[in-house]
Each structure stands twice: as structure tokens, then as C-alpha cells.
Nanobody, 128 residues
């Protein structure tokens, strides 16, 4: 059974860094596009970043470009989101999501409903 588990969230001061991890099990990660999404209280789920199945293509929301970096290790079934220069507005629950035979693009980040497999989320709080 396909399962995604996020970890690495926490409380960090503005300007700090966190690395989120998404551990996949129950399926071959190689065939799946992975997206990172976030949802703040009272707001809709927002696409943050995605990475193609091979890792050769990535996309980022404008709000995180230059600060966040996505990567994956298919052999270890892991996907990472390195978050630097964090801002209070980055505070949200972060989710990783997977979809097979899909593509990673700016449009993908605007279509969370296309991703059928989701983790439970990890809380990121940026506050002094």
C-alpha cells in the first residue's frame, strides 16, 4: 500500500532553515512525480514545489524561488525540501504528494487534486 510520511517540521526563527523529508513506502518511487504543498490556517492548499520522477525537472512557486530546493533519492525512496531564509508567511502544514506518470510544472502546482496520494503533513512554524 502506497504510503508517504513527512518529517522535519518544527519551530524556527525568521531567516532560519529546515529540511523536510518525505519517506515513501509500498510503491516504486521512480515512476512518481512528487509535489510539496502547504496549507496555512484559513487558506487554501498551495503548491510549493515539485520534482519529476527522474529528478531532472523541478518547479517552484514564485513565493519560494531562490529559497527552497527540492531533491529526491529514488534508491532510498526519499524526497527532500530544503527551506532556507524562512519567513513567517511560510508557516503552514507541509504535505508531500505523489502521482504516477504525471509531469512537474507550474500547472502541476496549481492542481493539488491531481495528486492522489498524500502524507499526513508536518507543521512548520516560523516565528521569533
Amino acid at each position: 500500500q502506497l504510503q508517504l510520511v513527512e518529517s522535519g517540521g518544527g519551530l524556527v526563527q525568521p531567516g532560519g532553515s529546515l529540511r523536510l523529508s518525505c519517506a515513501a513506502s509500498g510503491f516504486t518511487l521512480d515512476y512518481y512525480v512528487i509535489g510539496w504543498f502547504r496549507q496555512a490556517p484559513g487558506k487554501e492548499r498551495e503548491g510549493v514545489s515539485c520534482i519529476s520522477s527522474s529528478g531532472g525537472s523541478t518547479n517552484y512557486a514564485d513565493s519560494v524561488k531562490g529559497r527552497f530546493s527540492i531533491s529526491r533519492d529514488n534508491a532510498k525512496k526519499m524526497v527532500y525540501l530544503q527551506m532556507n531564509s524562512l519567513k513567517p508567511e511560510d508557516t503552514a502544514v507541509y504535505y508531500c504528494a505523489a502521482e504516477a506518470h504525471f509531469y512537474c510544472s507550474g500547472a502541476s502546482l496549481k492542481a493539488p487534486s491531481v495528486f492522489r496520494s498524500w502524507g499526513q503533513g508536518t507543521q512548520v512554524t516560523v516565528s521569533s
